[in-house]
């Protein structure tokens, strides 16, 4: 799978979140982000933070 496909999955994961309203504020929203990028092994080989 290619890194563009895991980036659009993570960011749908989280607007689907957001609208539900299981992230209720930009701060959550942002260690979700941070999270979500440090525990996904594909991308944070790839990513420099």
Known sequence: MGEQE????ML???IDETESQKIKSA???I???VKEL???QQLSGNTQI
């Open 6 to 9: 895991l980036y659009k999955r």
């Open 12 to 14: 749908k994961k989280l």
């Open 27 to 29: 701060e959550e929203l």
């Open 31 to 33: 260690q979700k982000i």
């Open 38 to 40: 440090t525990s996904n």
